[in-house]
Antibody
Framework: HVQLVQSGAEVKKPGSSVKLSCKASGDTFSSFGFSWVRQAPGQGLEWMGGIIPIFGAPIYAQKFQGRVAITADESTTTAYMELSSLRPDDTAIYFC??????????????WGQGTLVTVSS | EIVLTQSPGTLSLSPGERVTLSCRASQSVSSSYLAWYQQKPGHAPRLLIYGTSTRAAGVPDRFTGSGSGTDFTLTISRLEPEDFAGYYCQQYETSPTFGGGTKVEIK
């Protein structure tokens, strides 16, 4: 049974950074794609970036290049996303998601519960 | 970046009706890399369809995905009360992107 458990809600000041975690259980970690997707209040889904641990290097959406860093720790089966230079419009729910079984891709078959990040002075 | 445009933005329908949702890509997408998701308020999205037409585990057969190139559709043959939700397409061939979503609401 695949589970993704995300870290708790965060409140941050503009200009600061936030680092979120996503603990995966229930399956082999390295052979799947892990993505981070965000959703601002009342808005749609936005893919930020992802990593496939066996391949190593993450890829990022152009919009977030230079401001986001996604890593994966195979020893703890945990994926991380750090977003820097936070602005009020970064206020959103941040989801981690994993590819389905037998998929080495950024299709999103399993989702975490989401983490609310609020950016406010 | 591949831009996905979903239409319409909102649909008002009754249970039992058939609905077809559209997703148009700014450039050709391999049919192997097009997915659809359902999202209900306060919940994470749920994968419905991947590879354009393959249902994810546990998805009822009233959901059907089709299309190729730049035009893709999700059809719900007969709306059930639990199907009133938001729907998003996603391409994951290159730097993944989502469409803006279609909300299916009760008329």
């Amino acid at each position: 049974h695949v589970q993704l458990v995300q870290s708790g809600a965060e409140v941050k000041k503009p200009g600061s950074s936030v680092k979120l975690s996503c603990k995966a259980s229930g399956d082999t970690f390295s052979s799947f794609g892990f993505s981070w997707v965000r959703q601002a209040p009342g808005q749609g889904l936005e893919w930020m970036g992802g990593i496939i641990p066996i391949f190593g290097a993450p890829i990022y959406a152009q919009k977030f290049q230079g401001r986001v860093a996604i890593t994966a720790d195979e020893s703890t089966t945990t994926a991380y996303m750090e977003l820097s230079s936070l602005r009020p419009d970064d206020t959103a729910i941040y989801f981690c998601a994993r590819s389905p079984a037998n998929h080495v891709s950024f299709c999103l078959g399993y989702w975490g519960q989401g983490t609310l990040v609020t950016v406010s002075s | 970046e591949i831009v996905l445009t979903q239409s319409p933005g909102t649909l008002s329908l009754s249970p039992g009706e058939r609905v077809t949702l559209s997703c148009r890509a700014s450039q050709s997408v391999s049919s192997s890399y097009l997915a659809w998701y359902q999202q209900k308020p306060g919940h994470a999205p749920r994968l419905l369809i991947y590879g354009t037409s393959t249902r994810a585990a546990g998805v009822p057969d009233r959901f059907t995905g089709s299309g190729s190139g730049t035009d893709f559709t999700l059809t719900i043959s007969r709306l059930e009360p639990e199907d009133f939700a938001g729907y998003y397409c996603q391409q994951y061939e290159t730097s993944p992107t989502f469409g803006g979503g279609t909300k299916v609401e009760i008329k």
